[in-house]
């Protein structure tokens, strides 16, 4: 019988995979930003705290900017070792030096506060900034691309200091009549390849082994100002988030300190 | 580890202790990469989750085991607890091959001490393990798998299942652990679970740490957790 391998706090790794499932951080008095529910389990004495916490503002307000997943994140603080898991997801660690990397935000999973978090202008994206470690998930174990490439939009997971992230559709599916046709009802032979995203410049681009996403929570839409990509229709307002948007089918969205209300209750 | 009748835990304070001896002939278990496990039988029975069996060599034999095979009181317990378990006996010579879901499989070798498993996660057990039903407090509440888990006592191997390969976490009594309760999957030795609770008013206010509710072991024994949570009812708190 092959005996499992038994860990201890002495021997759980600090700050590195325990399997390719499972990652283990290790707290000294320090701080990390987790997304909530990921945490399976801790030795040592660690409180884990909302971003609204008073006492953690001066940290949000150097290492946070993304209010639309505030009510996802927490913060643990304390000394101890931490497992992090995702779905029995692939798990790793990713070191930015001087760097920026930019995700799908579902995908990350945890950050050292010397990173700077920030929603990036792609919607659905999050941007990393500085120096520092952080964890993100993955279908599959993650492959490392050089551009120029395109790639399918549903293996995407991230890319590192590429300058322009872009659609690419295909040729003959565009053009005619006939090709708008074959593109609306799949007749004459679709292979599901027509549309790509391109990566030019000099970079990485982070891909999962599979095209299966990892389901993501609708974490409401960025503020309708003109010019902000992604925000809703322009004309309803300035500054104020815009009625009904992002499939939540006409219920209005309440201004909220972080995010909005419903966010913060799970609505 | 200690010889047969070596009494008393051994060495390091693990609740591991051998048994008088195995004189009765002991079913081997195998995994198959991760998500098959492989049971050579001579003779020898084993209980396995029904309609878990994939594949067999050489002559098998199965039958169902109503209540889980624990007599007619064994079978009104679970019932009334809620904590079903269908089994099915396999008896014969050669090899049966289990699986469920391509799910992870875990192997547990139990020397005379105590594993406490949800009925959902376990796959297979050596016959000469005695199975009941026990009751876990509020922490089975939390974890959305009722108040009530199955034991497995005695000496021999089991194999339990996680949606990810489980990581064995040992506790002893300068390092207490605490686990999600959407990822703990088993647990066993000398271990007292308290269930910690992280409510505040934050909580209610919708600023919560994410992890209001923690299953704290303290003690001396091994904690089973998957690399994945299940949906709780405290999972979003």
């Known amino acids: 019988m092959s005996t499992p391998v038994i860990f201890d706090p002495m021997t759980l790794p600090s700050d590195d995979n325990v399997n390719a499932y499972t990652f283990?951080?290790?707290?000294?008095?320090?701080?990390?930003?987790?997304?909530?529910?990921?945490?399976?389990?801790?030795?040592?004495?660690?409180?884990?705290?909302?971003?609204?916490?008073?006492?953690?503002?001066?940290?949000?307000?150097?290492?946070?900017?993304?209010?639309?997943h505030a009510s996802d994140w927490v913060v643990a603080e304390g000394s101890g070792k931490m497992l992090l898991a995702d779905r029995a997801f692939d798990v790793n660690s990713y070191d930015l030096d001087e760097g920026n990397l930019t995700i799908r935000a579902g995908n990350l999973l945890a950050y050292q506060p010397s990173l700077a978090l920030k929603q990036s202008i792609v919607p659905g994206f999050l941007t990393l900034i500085g120096t520092g470690t952080f964890v993100a998930?993955?279908?599959?174990?993650?492959?490392?691309?050089?551009?120029?490439?395109?790639?399918?939009?549903?293996?995407?997971?991230?890319?590192?200091?590429?300058?322009?992230?872009?659609?690419?559709?295909?040729?003959?599916?565009?053009?005619?009549?006939?090709?708008?046709?074959?593109?609306?009802?799949g007749l004459g032979g679709v292979s599901g390849?027509?549309?790509?995203?391109?990566?030019?410049?000099?970079?990485?681009?982070?891909?999962?082994?599979?095209?299966?996403?990892?389901?993501?929570?609708?974490?409401?839409?960025?503020?309708?100002?003109?010019?902000?990509?992604?925000?809703?229709?322009?004309?309803?307002?300035?500054?104020?988030?815009?009625?009904?948007?992002?499939?939540m089918g006409g219920v209005p969205r309440l201004p909220g300190q972080l995010g909005d209300l419903q966010r913060r209750f799970g609505l | 580890m200690g010889g047969p009748g070596a009494g008393g835990p051994t060495g390091s304070g693990v609740p591991f202790r051998?048994?008088?001896?195995?004189?009765?002939?002991?079913?081997?278990?195998?995994?198959?990469?991760?998500?098959?496990?492989?049971?050579?039988?001579?003779?020898?029975?084993?209980?396995?989750?029904?309609?878990?069996m994939v594949a067999y060599d050489g002559q098998m034999a199965f039958k169902k085991l109503s209540g889980g095979g624990e007599g007619l009181r064994g079978m009104v317990t679970r019932r009334l607890t809620g904590e079903q378990m269908t089994m099915m006996e396999a008896k014969g010579q050669g090899t049966c091959f289990l699986a469920d879901r391509a799910s992870e499989i875990n192997l547990v070798a139990l020397?005379?001490?105590?594993?406490?498993?949800?009925?959902?996660?376990?796959?297979?057990?050596?016959?000469?393990?005695?199975t009941g039903t026990s009751f876990t407090g509020l922490r089975g509440g939390a974890s959305g798998n009722g108040l009530f888990t199955t034991t497995l006592e005695g000496s021999g191997q089991?194999?339990?299942?996680?949606?990810?390969?489980?990581?064995?976490?040992r506790v002893s009594p300068q390092y207490p652990l605490s686990v999600d309760?959407?990822?703990?999957?088993?647990?066993?030795?000398?271990?007292?679970?308290?269930?910690?609770?992280?409510?505040?008013?934050?909580?209610?206010?919708?600023?919560?740490?994410?992890?209001?509710f923690q299953i704290r072991f303290e003690g001396d024994g091994l904690v089973y957790v998957q690399p994945s949570e299940r949906n709780t009812v405290a999972g979003d708190v």
Request: glycine share 16%; net charge negative; hydrophobic share 35%.
């Open chain 2, 181 to 212: 309760p959407g990822a703990y999957i088993a647990h066993q030795g000398r271990l007292q679970q308290s269930f910690q609770s992280g409510v505040t008013f934050r909580t209610f206010l919708g600023e919560g740490g994410g992890e209001a």
């Open chain 1, 24 to 68: 283990c951080v290790e707290l000294k008095g320090s701080q990390w930003f987790l997304q909530k529910g990921k945490m399976i389990a801790y030795y040592g004495r660690i409180d884990f705290n909302g971003i609204g916490h008073g006492r953690l503002d001066r940290l949000v307000r150097t290492s946070f900017h993304s209010p639309l």
């Open chain 2, 18 to 52: 051998r048994a008088a001896g195995y004189l009765r002939a002991v079913a081997t278990f195998r995994l198959q990469g991760s998500k098959v496990l492989a049971v050579d039988l001579t003779g020898d029975t084993v209980k396995a989750k029904n309609g878990s």
């Open chain 2, 158 to 169: 089991a194999a339990i299942m996680s949606d990810g390969p489980a990581v064995v976490l």
């Open chain 2, 111 to 130: 020397h005379g001490d105590t594993l406490y498993v949800e009925a959902s996660n376990l796959l297979c057990a050596d016959g000469g393990l005695r």
């Open chain 1, 193 to 247: 390849e027509e549309h790509q995203f391109e990566f030019v410049g000099a970079g990485t681009v982070l891909l999962q082994s599979t095209e299966t996403l990892m389901p993501e929570q609708f974490a409401g839409t960025v503020p309708n100002e003109p010019g902000v990509p992604g925000a809703g229709p322009a004309g309803s307002g300035h500054g104020g988030p815009g009625a009904g948007q992002g499939g």
């Open chain 1, 137 to 185: 998930a993955s279908n599959g174990p993650v492959v490392f691309m050089e551009p120029p490439l395109r790639v399918d939009p549903q293996a995407l997971v991230g890319w590192a200091d590429c300058p322009s992230p872009c659609h690419h559709y295909d040729h003959g599916y565009l053009s005619g009549v006939l090709g708008g046709l074959r593109s609306l009802t």
